[in-house]
Each structure stands twice: as C-alpha cells, then as structure tokens.
C-alpha cells in the first residue's frame, strides 16, 4: 500500500536536515549578512552558504590549488559563484555592458553561459558580493532562486523575436518565472541592505520550507526542442497553428540527476500528459509545483525531486490530484513534431524582417577578449542579446541595410566561424566541471576542445565528419549537460575515466543507456570507431547515430563493466 501522505503533515524534526534548516532560516536570512562582514575567512561560515544558494550564490573553492593550500596550512581559496535569473535569456546591451563591466571588475573567469541560458560569474570574493548584486539590481537584474529547492530559472527555446507567437511563448516564461519566484525580503534586506520585517505572509506559496528540491519549467516551441523539454520537471510544448499560439502541450517528471552510489536514483523523460490553454501556463505551472511542493519527499532528499514524487506515488495519482486542483481534467494532447535538440546557428530572419544571428560559444564561456568583442558589436549594431540553452549567443535585431557591414565585422573580428563552427562542436555540450564545481570528478569544459579533437578525427576516418551527432560531456553524474539525452555522452568518474552512454536520440526524447562503465579516452575511441563503421556503412538516409544503435539491436546486450570507486 503506497503511503500518500504529505511529509508537510509532520514535525520538522522528523524531515531531512535541509528542511531543518530552512525551518530554521527566516525566510532564508540564516546568518549570511553577519557572516559575509567577518574579515578572517574568504568563506560564509555554517549553513549559510546552504541558505545562500537559493539567492543564486554558491560558495566553491579553486579545486587547482586546493591540495597546495592544504600542504601550505592555508584555508581554500573560497570564491564564489554568482547565477542570474534571466527568464527566456534575453538581455539587452544596456544589461550586457552591465554584466561585462561586473564580471570584469569582481569575477576572475569571464562569464560564463549556462544551459539553462543564463549567465554566471565564477571566482567572485567574499567582500565584492554585495556590491556585485547590487550592481546587478542597477541593471535590474538579480539572481533569486537562481539555485536551491525553489523554481529555478524558467527557459525557453528558439529565438522568441522570430514571430508573434513565440514572442508570446517567451513573454508566458517571463511571467511564469516572476509568478514562481520566492517573495521573501530576505534578498533586499542581505544584498541591498532594504529591511523588511520577517513575516509568516513572507512566501504565500512555498511557506517557510519552500520546496523538497529544486523545479525545473521549460517552454519548448516546436520543431526545436533546444531546452530538452524531456528533461525538465514540467515541459510546455507550444501548439502554434496558422502563426497563432493554441496553447502547450504539457509533460511532467523529466529531470537529469542521478549518483553513483544510489541505485535508485536515475534520468528520467517528462510524460505528455495533455493540453492547456496558453493563457493558464503560469498558473498550471504554479499548480504542478505546489503538488510536489505538498507531495515531494522531505525525509530523503536523494529522492526528492518531482520525477521520484510521480514514480513514488503514480502518474494516475497525480493526474487524479491535478484535476482536484484545477476542477478539470486535461485536454489531449495535440500533434507536435521536434526535428532536433540543437541550436540553429548562423542567420535567422524574423516575421518582420529583422535578422537575428547565432554564435557558438564553446562550453558558453567568453573570456575577456571575446566579451569585449560582443560589448563592441553590440555598440555598433543589434538591439538585444540572447542566450540559448546550449550555451550559445543570439546577436538580435539586425536591420536588412546592416547585414553585409556586420557579417565583414565578424570576419575582421575573426568571429565568423562562429556562425558556421565545425559540425561535431555546434552539437556538443558541455558542463563547467574542474576547477570550481565542488561535484565534478572528471574534467569537461576544460577537456572539451581535445575531445572534439579526437572525435571529429575518427569520425573523419569513416567519412562522417559533417554528420551531425550530439555529444555530452559533464564531470559527474548529475547531468548538467543534460547527457542522457544525447546520442553519445561521458559522465565523469574519476580523473580521466568517464561512463560512456548511447543511444539518445537526436531529437531528445529518448534517453542514452549505459555502454560502458570507466573508460579512458583511448577506450573511447576504441568502443566508438566499430560502431561508427556500421553506422556510415548501414545508417538509413539522413538517419541518425542513435537511432541507427537502437535500430541495429547494437545496446541490446553491451557488457557494462562498472566498478566503484
Ligand atoms: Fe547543474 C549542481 C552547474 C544545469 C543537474 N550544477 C550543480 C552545481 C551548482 C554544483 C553544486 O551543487 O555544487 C554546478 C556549479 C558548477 C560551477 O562551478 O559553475 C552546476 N548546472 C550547472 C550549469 C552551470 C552547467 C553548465 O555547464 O551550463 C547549469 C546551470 C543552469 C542554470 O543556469 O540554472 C546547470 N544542472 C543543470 C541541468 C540542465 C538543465 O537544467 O537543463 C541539470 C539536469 C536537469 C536536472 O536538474 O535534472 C543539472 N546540477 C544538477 C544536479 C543534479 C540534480 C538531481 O536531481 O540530482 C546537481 C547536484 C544537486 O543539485 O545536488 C547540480
Ligand atoms: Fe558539476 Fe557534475 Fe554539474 Fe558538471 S555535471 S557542473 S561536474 S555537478
């Protein structure tokens, strides 16, 4: 018999440790303003930098040096990583000369595009915290449940500038993100010293416990499914017809993370559950989440994101409570067809004529010299900027009569290739890893150009060099890269050694499985070069990697050597 009852219904103390804490917190307050005046420690001290997350602030160390701080008796190089919420990742230059002018004054590695398109800034020092949020607020940014166990950061695909009805998509974003973000006054009071008494009518919807664990919502439009929408807590797929909005198809329960030492932790892909109208998107967002906000674990919280909420208690349990909450069951969901789950980059022309171009940006980060660069061609041209959630930047608004002078600037600049990179790099991803994730086992952003290397080069051998294959790459298993649902993704192990996992598809909606457990580049290599052979051999026309594996029966029975470190 399945136990339906809401952990909310028990003492505190019977809950996890980090329900306990934000019981504790105030409203999120905690001691942070008190920790970040004392002058002997680089870091936050206690829990607080638990409680700092959910103002989108991590406290890392430089994992580069962190052996010979430790040799040395010296504390770690405590810095911190700053993420902005950017609903929909569209600033404009104003904000971006902003964010290049705060990540050169306080942040020591550029900035840095995530694949929940937003921006953050790494190597940020205790005492530039403040006075780097409130620059932020100057540009009327912030960084709210940018992190911790709230409504992260809403996404959304494809350029919103491309027609009215996804502007619209976009604006539904921008208005879910505002909707789901914690009220407390715990943020102008800590960052820009704006006291607001501490009151239990702080956060109307998440209470003081806020939720289980972090929600991931995603708007998806159709043939792209460039945000992965399987891979969100709750995808809205949009339903465009005649050029007109319908509403959004609706899928729950996606989510990436997985650990090695849990077995019953694992990736799984959102269900399309139905139909709702466009208009209720925000509100049917703030529905699902408070299901899992009453329904999700609060005593384990390996097991507390929504995906293991409807595995524990069953998709026709929450169907059941949706319905309850909204007084009516879902429509069925409409047709919809995704041709892939990259970017398209290069250049783009909107309904009204104006042109919009993609950048690639390798493992999204711009170091000084590139962000000066896109600082002066947004002087010189451009009305807004765009981030996408593969790392990539959208140069947007460009009038027909600047087109040819901006396409000579990127060239003079050298950034023309960046509109037509090399196949295999335009469809990899990967994440931040060494030396700031505090998780990462294994390299990725760092490794990145070497293992396009090697890989472009095999695939060269078997004449498969401008066949698109996406690749993924993350230092850990927690999937921020979102691997498991590319057609070939490494998950770090261990220094150098990686899991190897096959057989996503292309469009992203079906996950990659477990090849082989440990591999070394050299095995990698080794484990790919016969089953591309087969592919540029049997591979149907325009077939792709994935489906021609799962097709073939060639992941049906793989050996996965797996061993534990
Ligand atoms: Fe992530 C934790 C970076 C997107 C799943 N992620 C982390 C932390 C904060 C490490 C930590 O907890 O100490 C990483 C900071 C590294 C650094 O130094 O910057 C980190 N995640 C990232 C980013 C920057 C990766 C990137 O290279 O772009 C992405 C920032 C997104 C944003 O702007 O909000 C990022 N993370 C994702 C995604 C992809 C997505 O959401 O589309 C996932 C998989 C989807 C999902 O949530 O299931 C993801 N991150 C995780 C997890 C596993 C969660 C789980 O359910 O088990 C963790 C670990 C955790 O939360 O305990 C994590
Ligand atoms: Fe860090 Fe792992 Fe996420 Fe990579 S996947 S950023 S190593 S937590």
Redesign the pocket.
């Known amino acids: 018999m399945i136990d339906r009852s809401s952990d909310l219904s028990q003492p505190v103390d019977a809950l996890n440790e980090s329900e306990q804490l934000k019981a504790r917190s105030r409203y999120l307050r905690g001691g942070i303003a008190e920790g970040l005046q004392d002058p002997l420690t680089g870091a936050v001290p206690g829990d607080d930098p638990l409680l700092m997350?959910f103002h989108g602030i991590?406290q890392?160390d430089d994992r580069d040096r962190r052996a010979d701080r430790r040799r040395r008796h010296l504390e770690p190089i405590y810095q911190f990583?700053v993420?902005?919420r950017i609903p929909g990742g569209v600033l404009d230059k104003h904000q971006w000369w902003g964010i290049a002018e705060l990540s050169r004054r306080y942040a020591e590695r550029g900035i840095?595009?995530?694949?929940?398109?937003?921006?953050?800034l790494?190597g940020v020092r205790k005492p530039h915290l403040r006075a780097l949020m409130q620059g932020l607020r100057d540009i009327g940014l912030d960084t709210i449940a940018?992190?911790g166990d709230d409504s992260?950061?809403v996404?959304c695909g494809t350029n919103p500038f491309l027609s009215r009805a996804h502007h619209r998509v976009a604006e539904l974003a921008r208005v879910t993100s505002d909707r789901l973000i914690p009220k407390t006054g715990a943020y102008p009071e800590i960052w820009y010293r704006e006291s607001a008494p501490a009151t239990r009518s702080e956060e109307p919807v998440y209470g003081e416990l806020y939720l289980p664990?972090?929600f991931?919502v995603?708007y998806a439009i159709p043939p792209v499914n460039d945000?992965?929408v399987y891979?969100?807590?709750l995808g809205l797929i949009a339903v465009i017809d005649n050029g007109e909005l319908r509403g959004f198809n609706v899928c729950v329960g996606?989510?990436?993370?997985?650990?090695d030492s849990r077995e019953d932790?694992y990736?799984r892909l959102a269900e399309e559950i139905g139909f709702i109208d466009a208009e209720e998107a925000p509100a049917f967002s703030e529905t699902v989440m408070t299901i899992q906000r009453d329904f999700g674990d609060r005593k384990d919280r390996?097991r507390a994101?929504f995906?293991y909420t409807l595995d524990r208690l069953g998709l026709d349990w929450f169907l059941d409570e949706l319905a309850h909450r909204r007084g009516r069951d879902l429509e069925p969901a409409r047709p919809r067809r995704f041709e892939h789950n990259g970017d398209r980059l290069g250049w783009q022309q909107g309904d009204d004529g104006l042109w919009h171009a993609t950048l690639y940006i390798e493992?999204?980060r711009l170091d000084d010299a590139l962000r000066g660069q896109i600082s002066g061609l947004l002087e010189q041209y451009g009305g807004r900027l765009r981030m996408t959630?593969n790392?990539n930047l959208q140069l947007t608004h460009i009038e027909t009569h600047e087109l040819e002078q901006l396409q000579w600037r990127l060239e003079d600049l050298g950034l023309a290739w960046r509109l037509t990179p090399d196949t295999q790099a335009a469809h990899t991803?990967?994440?931040?890893?060494l030396p700031?994730?505090?998780?990462?086992m294994a390299e990725?952003?760092r490794y990145t150009p070497r293992l396009l290397d090697v890989f472009q080069r095999l695939k060269g051998q078997y004449g498969l060099a401008d066949v698109p294959i996406t690749l993924r790459l993350?230092g850990c298993p927690?999937?921020?890269?979102?691997p498991y649902l590319g057609e070939i993704a490494l998950t770090g192990r261990a220094p150098g050694l990686y899991n190897l996992y096959l057989g996503g598809s292309f469009h992203g909606d079906r996950l990659a499985r477990l090849y082989a457990g440990n591999v070394n580049e050299e095995r990698f290599l080794e484990l790919l070069a016969p089953l591309l052979e087969r592919f540029a051999e049997g591979r149907d026309n325009g077939e792709h990697f994935g489906d021609f594996l799962v097709r073939r029966g060639l992941l049906d029975d793989t050996p996965v050597a797996l061993t534990s470190f």
């Open positions: 997350k991590y890392q990583m993420r902005m840095r595009i995530t694949t929940r398109q937003t921006v953050q790494h940018a992190c992260r950061g996404v664990r972090k991931k995603g945000i992965d891979g969100q807590d996606g989510g990436m993370g997985q650990l932790s990736p390996h994101r995906k493992s999204g959630t790392q991803l990967s994440c931040v890893a700031t994730c505090g998780l990462a990725a952003e993350t927690n999937g921020c890269a979102r």
